[in-house]
């Protein structure tokens, strides 16, 4: 049960460094911060908000489980 939780926060925090943009170089995001609009931007950070807030809850589930069970 704590390996699913562990997988599911491993996941969730990557789709969020991939969707706030973590994982590219300054080029990259200075190119992406000048090609799209606000509303774009807000939602890309909304997605990856929600995606973060699930993978570190999803970290502490598993990580409950795993020592204390």
């Known amino acids: 049960m704590s390996t699913i939780f562990l997988i599911i926060?491993?996941?969730?925090i990557l789709?969020?460094?991939?969707?706030?943009?973590a994982f590219t170089a300054g080029?990259?995001?200075r190119a992406n911060y000048y090609t799209e609009t606000e509303e774009e931007r807000r939602l890309r950070f909304k997605v990856g908000?929600?995606?973060?807030l699930i993978g570190?809850?999803?970290l502490l589930i598993g990580m409950l489980?795993?020592?204390v069970f």
């Open 9 to 12: 926060g491993i996941v969730g």
């Open 15 to 21: 789709n969020a460094g991939i969707f706030m943009g």
């Open 27 to 29: 080029q990259q995001q």
């Open 49 to 52: 908000k929600v995606c973060g």
């Open 56 to 58: 570190l809850v999803s």
């Open 65 to 67: 489980f795993y020592f």
